[in-house]
């Protein structure tokens, strides 16, 4: 039988940057996918790298800063795979958040950032709004316009395995583990690959499975008990058309709502919605509900794509985020990740519920600190912080 030191389950962004900070470490890894890289989450989210400005409004000024900092990073670690974009906002009488409002907001973005280039924020002034994208200037106020970043998040969770597996870290796709025993001082995974059963040794276990998490924690023997969860589902559509400028960051009109509308090389990336989720995982897509939802965002701001109906979609893609349960809008809940393990002082397994793709590296780093205790000391290899992403 083989062992490692860390054994991670799940090929999405955070169990490949748990691999690379492990392998970073000087750790035997094994990471193990049942499909293939990104195959959740990690592909179907709004591809942006951003501090998350809407998190202001609740107070999560600690997770903003913490997202700036690693976006103004992976900028100089990805130049290929992370790029600075423009985006505005537009204010109407309609709109929630006010100029003042929004101007405030984006100082303190700034600000949390570190006054780096990239914050920089200015009003448009109304001789360039024809310039716009066909943006609606009835009853237009104001636009705002400041930078974040656009990804391909598929290509740069890619692009971390990758980096992982130069440190040294195993890939073993696809492997579906199906039992792990969990010992006072580590535990014995099973899986399938290539249609032979395999067993492997492991100091600790990180369950890294994102939507999923709840179902691998049930396959502990004992099993491993998580905190209350729920699964939010956020869901985008493509469509035909170009939008040159930016990114838009707007209102639904009915509840306020933040969306983005985005360009894509395929075309233009409407989302995201939020709504519970409570069936299989692997049965997640964009209701009809989420389609008029986004198109009627799409057509109130841009009269030129009223024409579009549901039959030009050229894709839907259905995302799904892992939120702590509790009362009213999921939009009110903290985003923080949680890490549970199943012993306080040497945990032998830990979970990965939550987390974004802008932050994976910081939530590895956490996870690192909090297995620490479990792990054999290793000279480390090199410093994620430093280490240069490429698309693989």
Not at 41 to 59: A, D
Not at 138 to 160: I, K, P, S
Not at 189 to 197: D, E, M, P, S, V
Not at 205 to 215: E, H, K, L, S
Request: glycine fraction near 8%; proline fraction near 6%; include cysteine.
């Amino acid at each position: 039988m083989t062992s490692c030191d860390v054994a991670v389950i799940g090929g999405g962004i955070n169990g490949v940057g748990v691999a690379q900070a492990a392998a970073a470490a000087g750790h035997g890894v094994k990471l193990f996918e049942r499909k293939e890289l990104a195959s959740g989450t990690s592909s179907r989210s709004s591809k942006l790298i951003h501090g998350g400005l809407r998190y202001l409004e609740s107070v999560q000024f600690s997770m903003v800063r913490e997202s700036l900092h690693e976006r103004h990073l992976l900028l100089k670690l990805a130049p290929d795979l992370v790029h600075l974009q423009r985006f505005f906002i537009p204010v109407y009488p309609t709109t929630r958040r006010r100029p003042w409002q929004l101007y405030a907001g984006l100082s303190l973005y700034a600000l949390l950032a570190g006054l780096h280039g990239e914050t920089r924020f200015k009003r448009v002034p109304k001789k360039d709004w024809d310039s716009l994208d066909g943006l609606s200037t009835h009853g237009l106020q104001a636009v705002f316009r400041y930078f974040d970043a656009q990804t391909d998040d598929a290509a740069l969770t890619r692009a971390v395995m990758h980096s992982a597996r130069q440190l040294g870290a195993e890939l073993v796709a696809p492997a579906e583990v199906f039992h792990i025993e969990r010992f006072e001082r580590g535990c014995t995974l099973h899986y399938q690959h290539a249609g032979t059963a395999h067993s492997v040794d492991a100091r600790v276990v990180v369950n890294a499975a994102g939507p999923w998490v709840c179902q691998v924690a049930s396959r502990f023997d004992p099993v491993i008990e998580l905190p209350a969860l729920e699964l939010v589902q956020g869901s985008h559509i493509l469509l035909p058309g170009q939008i040159k400028q930016g990114v838009y960051y707007v209102e639904n009109p009915r509840d306020g709502r933040v969306i983005f509308v985005m360009p894509r090389p395929e075309g233009i990336l409407v989302g995201t919605t939020e709504r519970r989720f409570r069936a299989d995982p692997d049965h997640s897509q964009a209701s009809t509900a989420e389609k008029h939802y986004l198109f009627s965002v799409l057509r109130h701001y841009f009269p030129r794509f009223r024409a579009l109906n549901h039959d030009d979609i050229i894709a839907t893609t259905a995302g799904l985020r892992v939120l702590p349960v509790g009362p009213g809008h999921a939009f009110h809940r903290s985003r923080e990740v949680m890490l549970p393990t199943d012993q306080p002082h040497r945990p032998s397994v830990l979970s990965i519920c939550g987390g974004k793709i802008t932050t994976y590296r910081v939530t590895a780093n956490k996870v690192m600190r909090r297995i620490a205790p479990s792990l054999p000391p290793k000279t480390p290899r090199a410093d994620t912080a430093r280490l240069a992403l490429t698309p693989a």
